[in-house]
C-alpha cells in the first residue's frame, strides 16, 4: 500500500527557514516524480515545485514564486522527500501537500500547515 | 504561465442533479488535464486524466471531455459524497497551474 507522509509543519518568524519531510512507502521511490504543492488558508491550490524520477535525471523544477528560497531533495535510502523553505513570507502560509506521481497525480500525503507569522 | 479559467466557482445543486464544470485554458494544452476534487480538510483525489480517462475506482458518474482549450468535468446522478470542491489542473507545461476551484453546494 502506498504511503505518504508530511511532517514538520510549525510556526516560523518572517525571514526563518523550515524544512518539511514527506516519508513514503509502498512504491518504488526514485522512479516516480514527487511533487509538493500548497493551499493557503481558504484558498486554492498551488504547484510549488517537483523532482523529477531518477530516468529523467531526478533533476526539480519550481513556480516562480519559490524559486531561489525553496529547495526539493531527497534521501533515497530513507524514502523520504524534503522541502527545504528559507526567506519565509506571510504568502507563505499554507497547507503543503506532498504528492507522489506514480499514476497522474494520484498519491497525497495528508498535508503539514506551515504558519509565517512574528 | 498558462491560465486555467474554471467555472463556475460555486454551484449549488440537489442529489439525482447532472452538473458540469469547465475550464479553459489560456493556450493549448491538448489532452493534458486532471480533475480533481477535495473534501474539506482532505487532500485532493485525482478523478480523471488525459482531459476523459477516468482514474482506477471512480464512480462512472464522473465523466470529462476536452474541446480545443475548453475541459469539461461532468458529474451525473449527483451522489450526497459527491459534495465537495473540485479543480482542473494542466500538466504540459510548467509550472504546472490549476483552476480557482469550483464549490459544488447541496441546494
Known amino acids: 500500500e502506498v504511503q505518504v507522509v508530511e511532517s514538520g509543519g510549525g510556526l516560523v518568524q518572517p525571514g526563518r527557514s523550515l524544512r518539511l519531510s514527506c516519508t513514503t512507502s509502498?512504491?518504488?521511490?526514485?522512479?516516480?516524480?514527487i511533487n509538493w504543492v500548497r493551499q493557503a488558508p481558504g484558498k486554492g491550490l498551488e504547484w510549488v515545485g517537483f523532482?523529477?524520477?531518477?530516468?529523467?535525471?531526478?533533476?526539480?523544477e519550481y513556480a516562480a514564486s519559490v524559486k531561489g528560497r525553496f529547495t526539493i531533495s531527497t534521501d533515497d535510502s530513507k524514502s523520504i522527500a524534503y522541502l527545504q523553505m528559507t526567506s519565509l513570507e506571510t504568502e507563505d502560509t499554507a497547507v503543503y501537500y506532498c504528492?507522489?506521481?506514480?499514476?497522474?497525480?494520484?498519491?497525497w500525503g495528508q498535508g503539514a500547515l506551515v504558519t509565517v507569522s512574528s | 504561465d498558462i491560465q486555467m479559467t474554471q467555472s463556475p466557482s460555486s454551484l449549488s445543486a440537489s442529489v439525482g442533479d447532472r452538473v458540469t464544470i469547465t475550464c479553459r485554458a489560456s493556450?493549448?494544452?491538448?489532452?493534458?488535464v486532471v480533475w480533481f476534487q477535495q473534501k474539506p480538510g482532505k487532500a485532493p483525489k485525482s478523478l480523471i486524466y488525459?482531459?476523459?480517462t477516468l482514474q482506477s475506482g471512480v464512480p462512472s458518474r464522473f465523466s470529462g471531455s476536452a474541446s480545443g482549450t475548453d475541459f469539461t468535468l461532468t458529474i451525473s446522478n449527483l451522489q450526497p459524497e459527491d459534495f465537495a470542491t473540485y479543480y482542473c489542473?494542466?500538466?504540459?507545461?510548467?509550472?504546472?497551474?490549476f483552476g480557482q476551484g469550483t464549490k459544488l453546494e447541496i441546494k
Open positions: 504528492m507522489a506521481d506514480i499514476f497522474f497525480f494520484d498519491y
Open positions: 509502498g512504491f518504488t521511490f526514485g522512479g516516480y516524480a
Open positions: 523532482i523529477r524520477r531518477k530516468s529523467q535525471g531526478g533533476t526539480t
Open positions: 493556450q493549448g494544452i491538448t489532452h493534458h
Open positions: 488525459a482531459a476523459s
Open positions: 489542473q494542466q500538466y504540459l507545461i510548467l509550472p504546472y497551474t
